[in-house]
Structures are given as structure tokens and as C-alpha cells.
T-cell receptor
Framework: AQTVTQSQPEMSVQEAETVTLSCTYD???????LFWYKQPPSRQMILVIR??????QNATENRFSVNFQKAAKSFSLKISDSQLGDAAMYFC?????????FGTGTSLTVIP | DGGITQSPKYLFRKEGQNVTLSCEQN?????MYWYRQDPGQGLRLIYY???????QKGDIAEGYSVSREKKESFPLTVTSAQKNPTAFYLC?????????????FGDGTRLSIL
């Protein structure tokens, strides 16, 4: 079975600082895609960033970037210059074998 | 603005009662999905549909049923056979099923047992 593991149930970061959320995945497929979704208190899931496994370059979206280590099957999310609005639940997900798989989430608190 | 609308936001079910959660999208997406979210667990797929009048079971379909009579609508019925229905339910859509395109999500429905 495909699995996505987020080992940090909760994280906190000081406003304006940088935080990294961890994610590892397990797949035997060579072609797959990885995502980070954000779920704020409003509960709507929002796509943060996406990475194609065949691309070596790490994806970046403004203050959000990933560290994609394919050999280690690791896909961490770095949030720079953290803002109060970044406080949310973050889910790591993979698309592999024609299906999405989600991790259990990391709850991020931003401290003013 | 295009998006996914789930209703109601909160729903309560009595023992032995069936309830239906609504999901409507105006994104012109072919594929639609229902997920269940429990504390400490990731999203688990209940059902998905790639086209009108077609749907497939996901990982935890027992006790649930769906229909897809219109492209825009994918209602989920939680039947009395679902013994532990208390959860947060998320509906999602994407251009195609079995696609790597990101899914768009609704705001969710929280179902509780009276």
C-alpha cells in the first residue's frame, strides 16, 4: 500500500521566522506527483505547492518551497517569513498509481 | 467565482437515520470525490466519480452511497449501516480522475450523532 507519513503532529514558529514541515512517502512507482495542501480553520483545503517526481528542481511558490529528496522519498515544506495567516493544518499528499494519498497532517501555530 | 459548495456545514443524525450531504461544483470538472477526515488520520477516500452516472468505491465505502446524475452534483448519503459516521466530510473535484492535476476542495460538512 502507498503511504504518506507526516511525523510532526504539531509545529510552531515565531512570526517572520522559517519553519520546515516533514513528509516521507512510500511508492514503487517511478512516475508520481507530490503536493502540500493547507487547511486553515475555515476548513477549506487549499493547494500550496506541487512537485513532479521527474523534475530535479525543487518547486517554489513565493514564501513556500520544498526540499524534494527522491532517493530518500522525502518531501519537506519550508515556509519562510512566516505570517499569522500561515497558521493551519498542512497535509502532504502523493498522486501515485492513479490515486491520491494523504498524510495525517501537521498543525502549524504561528506565534506573534 | 468557480468553486465547490458543500451543504450543510453542520449536520446531525439520529440513530438509524440516513442523511445526505450535498456537493455542487461549477468548475466544469469531470471527476468528483468524497473524503472522510478523522482526527489524527489523513483523508480517506469514500467514493469517486469520473463521469455522470458512473462512480467507484474508494477505501472506506461501506455504509455510504453516492449518485452522479448531473456533472455538477455528487451527493453522499450516510446510511444507517455506517456505525461510526461522526467525522468531517470533504468533497473535491478535478478535471479528470486518475489525473495528477490538483484537486479542488469544498468547505466540508461536519456530521455528528445525536
Amino acid at each position: 500500500a502507498q503511504t504518506v507519513t507526516q511525523s510532526q503532529p504539531e509545529m510552531s514558529v515565531q512570526e517572520a521566522e522559517t519553519v520546515t514541515l516533514s513528509c516521507t512517502y512510500d511508492t514503487s512507482e517511478s512516475d508520481y506527483y507530490l503536493f502540500w495542501y493547507k487547511q486553515p480553520p475555515s476548513r477549506q483545503m487549499i493547494l500550496v505547492i506541487r512537485q513532479e517526481a521527474y523534475k530535479q528542481q525543487n518547486a517554489t511558490e513565493n514564501r513556500f518551497s520544498v526540499n524534494f529528496q527522491k532517493a530518500a522519498k522525502s518531501f519537506s515544506l519550508k515556509i519562510s517569513d512566516s505570517q499569522l495567516g500561515d497558521a493551519a493544518m498542512y497535509f502532504c499528499a502523493s498522486f501515485t498509481g492513479n490515486q491520491f494519498y494523504f498524510g495525517t497532517g501537521t498543525s502549524l501555530t504561528v506565534i506573534p | 467565482d468557480g468553486g465547490i459548495t458543500q451543504s450543510p456545514k453542520y449536520l446531525f443524525r439520529k440513530e438509524g437515520q440516513n442523511v445526505t450531504l450535498s456537493c455542487e461544483q461549477n468548475l466544469n470538472h469531470d471527476a468528483m470525490y468524497w473524503y472522510r477526515q478523522d482526527p489524527g488520520q489523513g483523508l480517506r477516500l469514500i467514493y469517486y466519480s469520473q463521469i455522470v452516472n458512473d462512480f467507484q468505491k474508494g477505501d472506506i465505502a461501506e455504509g455510504y452511497s453516492v449518485s452522479r446524475e448531473k456533472k455538477e452534483s455528487f451527493p453522499l448519503t450516510v446510511t444507517s449501516a455506517q456505525k461510526n459516521p461522526t467525522a468531517f466530510y470533504l468533497c473535491a473535484s478535478s478535471h479528470r480522475v486518475h489525473s495528477n492535476q490538483p484537486q479542488h476542495f469544498g468547505d466540508g460538512t461536519r456530521l455528528s450523532i445525536l
